[in-house]
C-alpha cells in the first residue's frame, strides 16, 4: 500500500512546489489517519483517491507549519519527493493507475481502441443516418458529427444547431452509437447533458474556463481538445479546472498545433501521447483529420497514433466529401475508412490494443 501527500507550497517561478510521501506497502491505515490528522491539524485541506493497490492523499493550503523532518523520519515513510506539476487530480502523481471513461458499455482507456467517427457537420437525416451505418460496421462505436461549428469566417456554414442534435439522437436510435458533439457556450449545458453522451470542448475553446468549470458539474465524459497552441501543461491544466468542480470523466484529444509550416493545416504533435502518458492518468485520443487538413494523410497518421500509444482515433468521414458544407478536404469516404480500419487493427494488435 502506498500513499501519497501532495503539499502546496508558494508559487515559484513555474507551478506549485508540492511534496509526495510515499508510505511504504503494508502500512497500518491508523497509520495514515494519525498522519493525515497531523496534517489537516496544520490547517491543509486533504482529498483521498482509493484504487486497487493504493490510497493516495493530496493535501492543499499553507502548508509553511508541516514538519516534513518528522514525517520522513516515520519508519512507515519510503521517501519524501518534491514535485512542480500545478495539476494534482490530472497528474500521475496523484493517480498512479491509467484512467478508462465507460460510455454506455464503450470504453476510452485501457486495452480498447475507441474510434470516433463522422461527419464535420450534421447535414441532413439521410447523410448522417447513412455515415452513422458504414462507419459502425466498419468497427467505430462512436458516432462524431457537429451540431453547433466553430469556423474561422462568420460566413461559414455553423451548423444546424439544436436540430442537428436531434438528427444525431435519431442515428444513435438506428445504430446504437454513442453520440459525441462539440458545446460552444454554457447555453445548452443542460440540453448537451440531456442528449450527448460526450460532450467535445473544441481547441478554440481549450482555455474557455468558465465553460470548463460549469462542464465540471456535470457528469458527462469530456472529450477536451488542446488548443492551437497550447502547451502540454496549459492542456493538462485546462483538464484541471473540469476535475476540479467534480468531474473526473475527461479524455484528451490531439488535434495539431499550430506552428512555422503552412504545407499542413496543423502540425500533428504524437509526442504528446507518451508525454500525457508519463505526466497524467487520463486517456488520450488523436485527431488525424483536423491535424493535417488533408484526407490522403488520415491513414498513415492515424497508424502512427495507434504505434505510439495513442488510447483512441477520432476520424472524420464524409459520404459526399466534394460536396460536404464544411472540412470536406480531410474527410475520408467510408469504403477508405474501411481500409483504414483493417489497417489500424494490425497495429493495435502489435500493441497490445484491440479495436
Avoid at 495514515?32 to 496544520?42: A, C, G, L
Avoid at 455515415?131 to 459502425?136: L, N
Avoid at 476535475?243 to 488535434?255: K, P
Avoid at 490522403?296 to 466534394?322: C, F, Q, R, S
Wanted: charged fraction near 30%; charge should be neutral; glycine fraction near 8%.
Amino acid at each position: 500500500m502506498s500513499l501519497i501527500f501532495f503539499i502546496k507550497k508558494p508559487k515559484i517561478e513555474r507551478g506549485y512546489y508540492k511534496m509526495v510521501i510515499i508510505f511504504k506497502q503494508n502500512t497500518e491505515k491508523s497509520v495514515i489517519e494519525k498522519i493525515k490528522k497531523e496534517v489537516e491539524s496544520e490547517g491543509c485541506q486533504t482529498t483521498v483517491s482509493q484504487g486497487k493497490d493504493y490510497i493516495v492523499v493530496g493535501v492543499v493550503g499553507d502548508t509553511s507549519r508541516v514538519n516534513f523532518e518528522r514525517i520522513q523520519a516515520n519508519e512507515n515513510v519510503d521517501k519524501v519527493v518534491r514535485v512542480q506539476e500545478p495539476y494534482k487530480k490530472a497528474g500521475r502523481h496523484f493517480h498512479p493507475q491509467d484512467t478508462i471513461v465507460d460510455i454506455e458499455g464503450n470504453k476510452i482507456g485501457g486495452k480498447r481502441l475507441a474510434v470516433i467517427a463522422g461527419p464535420c457537420s450534421v447535414e441532413s437525416e439521410e447523410q448522417i443516418i447513412e455515415i452513422a451505418t458504414r462507419v459502425k460496421q466498419s468497427g467505430a462505436n462512436f458516432l462524431r458529427g457537429g451540431a453547433f461549428k466553430p469556423r474561422t469566417s462568420p460566413y461559414s456554414f455553423q451548423g444546424l444547431e439544436l436540430e442537428g442534435l436531434e438528427l444525431l439522437k435519431i442515428a444513435k436510435k438506428e445504430t446504437g452509437l454513442p453520440i459525441v458533439t462539440e458545446i460552444m457556450s454554457t447555453d445548452f449545458i443542460d440540453r448537451f447533458v440531456e442528449d450527448v453522451d460526450v460532450i467535445q470542448v473544441g481547441a478554440r475553446n481549450m482555455q474557455n474556463f468558465t465553460l470548463l468549470k460549469e462542464l465540471g458539474k456535470t457528469k458527462k465524459t469530456i472529450l477536451l481538445k488542446r488548443g492551437l497552441s497550447a502547451t502540454i501543461e496549459e492542456f493538462l491544466m485546462a483538464a484541471e479546472y473540469i476535475m476540479s468542480e467534480g468531474n473526473e470523466n475527461v479524455v484528451l484529444c490531439e488535434r495539431g498545433i499550430r506552428t512555422f509550416e503552412t504545407y499542413t493545416r496543423n502540425t500533428l504533435d504524437l509526442s504528446v501521447v507518451p508525454a500525457i502518458k508519463k505526466l497524467s492518468h487520463l486517456p488520450i485520443i488523436i485527431d488525424p483529420s483536423h491535424a493535417a487538413g488533408m484526407w490522403w494523410m488520415v491513414e498513415p497518421l492515424a497508424k502512427a497514433a495507434v504505434a505510439v500509444g495513442a488510447d483512441g482515433l477520432m476520424i472524420e468521414v464524409h459520404n459526399d466529401p466534394a460536396n460536404a458544407k464544411s472540412d470536406g478536404q480531410q474527410s475520408i469516404k467510408p469504403d477508405k475508412f474501411d481500409e483504414v480500419m483493417k489497417k489500424v487493427r494490425a497495429i493495435a494488435e502489435i500493441e497490445g490494443k484491440e479495436v
